[in-house]
């Protein structure tokens, strides 16, 4: 096991993986600060698969807005400045085919993003796509022109055109946003996480913008990188019903709301390093010498039970000698007892193998020695105090007996005695 560790570990070092753990954190009100938008947003408008960009079918527009304190201040109006749209193409280094576009124009004083209209103050971008529409004055000068097809004054595209290409069932216009967002350190990539099929309905799309902060740590576990970033991470739809003119011409049918996210996220990339290593090599030898301890273990709890019923055994013997020492049992019957204990191992030595035998016999030889320390430990005056004493309890029980006898003898006489008397009368 600790082999297959240090094996690994070489090999994690030398491939330099990385790691990475993902942090995110809420924003909560009022606490957001101004987030700067990726500086390359578009959108792009496909007709089935194929790029479409005609100017008098529909418009793009954006801008940049302002609300203080939930409308509630007469003095703080809202604030609108438009940003500028212009034809573009996007994903020349990227795509198979570079995308036609319409690129929104980066003004650095307008780009930012900010907390939600709940808030003191609400930033936001919108970006909105409208059919092409006319204005009255010049569909009533068309009107009055005398030389056919009278569309002389009209921008648009006819509207039964309109309609065929973005409203009808059988439509199948995409609108997609795209925002250049930075994956890595030092690369970016074109990204579209909203992408919409054009409807009958008017679309609102909130697009949240959230901030990132990246960080990368070497292999000793040195700080190697660490920049911040914004990125596109959620979308919600909402419709409405698209609003036509007097002159049956539709209007906006689809707006995109970039607004700040309610969280902070922060990205760690870690490379497989010493620290890795080590943390897998001493995992490994923990967990190596946790099994090993586990054997171990039980392995000295059997023989410590075998033992343990080993001294029950000898204890059982050792202790009925001693009790017979207590009780003043003489030591001629110790030593049948110990002769017992003798034959009965000579007996157990026929059944068991020949080394337990050998053990049984010095425990025997134990009992043995034990004994003949306890008769070395008795003086002759003790001896002859307890025979003297056996004997005046005898002497005690044959005098009682000898007076019983003398009574009995006494009654049998005077009963004789008491026959012969009355022989006499």
């Not at 987030?35 to 479409?52: C, E, H, M, R, Y």
């Not at 609108?175 to 994956?183: C, F, K, T």
Request: hydrophobic residues 35%; contains cysteine.
């Amino acid at each position: 096991m600790l082999a297959w560790a240090l094996f690994e570990a070489t090999r994690h070092v030398a491939i330099g993986e990385f790691s990475t753990s993902f942090n995110s954190e809420p924003v909560g009100v009022n606490q957001g600060q101004n987030l700067k938008l990726p500086t390359q947003i578009a959108v792009s408008v496909k007709d089935g698969f194929s790029p479409f960009s005609d100017d008098s079918y529909f418009t793009v527009k954006a801008q940049a807005r302002v609300i203080h304190e939930s409308d509630t201040n007469e003095d703080k109006p809202r604030e609108k400045y438009n940003l500028e749209v212009t034809d573009c193409v996007i994903g020349e280094d990227e795509f198979n085919s570079p995308l036609p576009a319409k690129c929104i124009t980066f003004d650095e004083d307008h780009w930012d993003v900010k907390g939600t209209y709940d808030e003191d103050i609400y930033k936001y971008i919108q970006i909105y796509l409208s059919a092409c529409q006319d204005s009255s004055h010049d569909i009533f000068q068309d009107a009055q022109d005398e030389i056919l097809p009278n569309r002389h004054h009209l921008k648009c595209a006819p509207q039964q055109n309109i309609t065929s290409m973005f409203f009808s069932p059988n439509a199948g216009v995409n609108v997609a946003l795209w925002v250049r967002e930075q994956q890595d350190f030092g690369i970016w990539k074109w990204k579209s996480r909203s992408y919409h099929t054009v409807t009958e309905k008017w679309v609102g799309v909130e697009t949240y913008v959230r901030n990132v902060r990246l960080k990368k740590y070497g292999t000793l576990s040195l700080p190697t990188g660490d920049v911040t970033y914004r990125e596109v991470s959620l979308t919600e739809i909402r419709e409405s019903p698209i609003k036509v003119d007097e002159y049956n011409q539709y209007g906006e049918f689809l707006k995109f709301y970039l607004r700040a996210a309610d969280e902070e996220v922060e990205i760690i990339h870690t490379k497989y390093g010493f620290v890795q290593a080590m943390e897998l090599i001493g995992s490994a030898w923990s967990c190596l010498t946790l099994t090993i301890g586990s054997i171990a273990i039980w392995f000295n709890q059997r023989q410590y039970m075998k033992e343990d019923a080993n001294d029950k055994a000898n204890d059982v013997e050792v202790d009925a000698v001693v009790a017979m020492e207590a009780q003043g049992t003489p030591v001629a019957l110790r030593r049948q007892f110990s002769d017992d204990v003798n034959q009965k191992i000579d007996a157990l030595e026929q059944r068991i193998n020949p080394r337990l035998a050998s053990l049984t016999r010095q425990f025997s030889g134990t009992v043995n020695e034990k004994l003949a320390d306890l008769e070395n430990k008795y003086a002759l005056s003790d001896m002859e105090n307890r025979l003297e004493a056996r004997h005046t309890a005898l002497a005690t029980e044959l005098g009682t007996e000898m007076g019983k006898a003398v009574r009995i003898i006494s009654q049998a006489m005077d009963s004789s005695s008491g026959q012969e008397n009355d022989y006499f009368l």
